[in-house]
């Protein structure tokens, strides 16, 4: 079975929504990535898993090669509306959700709020500070955020700034398909990310927005959900994206629900390195073994 995947889309009524699908045996993972990323960051998760499941890796609105609406169209309600079309069109579920960083708390959002199509969730860094200051989140992504407004000579050039990154580990080829999904090359050789710059703000704001909404709406989940942990730093080992009482307060929103910790592993390289994606790959198959409680 071949583990190139296949580029699809499927129109949600609002958007042309695009989706990579790895051919598998298995039950089906939906994979929903982080904000500023798009769905060939699973590349090593897909190559870890072999073709034991069936992998539908989403391009969120605004990213990757789905439609991107004006200013004013984003927010994680709209991703979700999104991922229930994605879901109906292809008339698949009850499936197992898997999300990354802004993709793990849409996750475990749709687990909550429609039941009935998700049978578990994994929740891959994600954490609720008690006392949080977006900007210092925003310092720390500072690196993937400001190339969203930025124009790049060549695509040597974009590539060279995604190398530099100190965060970003060992480049493999697997990046090269993510950064080939990422740019968009312009007839004169210029590069720009296909990240909606607006998007990804208004995205980026919506925790404030659910600070009261979210304990409830999560309060509801059904399905259990395993939150992986990331505990070195993006810039200093020590300094993690989200300390470990983080993602346990936000694990502890969710009724049935544990942590897990993965080692030597950042935000990022829990899915961009072979070792990370190697972990995160085992923990979701062990997941899946497991009978429900």
């Not at 578990?120 to 969203?148: C, F, H, K, Y």
């Amino acid at each position: 079975m071949s583990n190139k995947p296949q580029s699809k889309w499927v129109d949600t009524g609002e958007i042309l929504l695009h989706y990579w699908e790895w051919e598998g045996t298995g039950e089906t993972l939906l994979l929903l990535h982080g904000l500023t990323s798009n769905g060939r960051v699973w590349d090593l998760l897909a190559e870890e898993l072999g073709g034991r499941h069936r992998l539908l890796g989403v391009d969120l609105r605004g990213r990757g090669l789905s439609g991107k609406p004006p200013a004013g169209s984003y927010g994680w309600k709209r991703h979700l509306r999104d991922i229930g079309a994605l879901l109906e069109k292809l008339n698949v579920g009850p499936i197992t959700v898997v999300g990354h960083s802004m993709g793990g708390i849409l996750a475990a959002l749709f687990a909550a709020e429609q039941p009935a199509a998700v049978d578990r969730a994994v929740v891959v860094d994600v954490g609720l500070e008690e006392e949080s200051d977006p900007e210092i989140i925003r310092q720390q992504l500072a690196g993937s955020l400001n190339r969203l407004k930025m124009e790049f000579p060549s695509w040597e050039d974009y590539a060279a700034y995604w190398k530099q990154l100190p965060y970003i580990g060992e480049w493999r080829e697997h990046m090269d398909r993510f950064l080939e999904c990422d740019a968009e090359v312009h007839p004169d050789g210029t590069v720009t990310s296909r990240v909606s710059a607006e998007g990804v703000e208004e995205d980026f704001l919506e925790p404030s927005a659910w600070k009261e909404e979210l304990p409830q709406v999560l309060s509801r989940t059904k399905a259990p959900h395993l939150v992986l942990w990331a505990p070195r730093g993006l810039m200093e080992p020590g300094q993690p994206l989200f300390s470990r009482r983080a993602v346990e307060n936000f694990a502890a929103l969710i009724p049935n629900s544990r942590v897990r910790t993965m080692e030597d592993v950042n935000h990022y390289t829990i899915v961009t390195s072979p070792g990370g994606a190697k972990q995160t790959a085992a923990a979701i198959e062990e997941f899946l073994r497991e009978k429900p409680s």
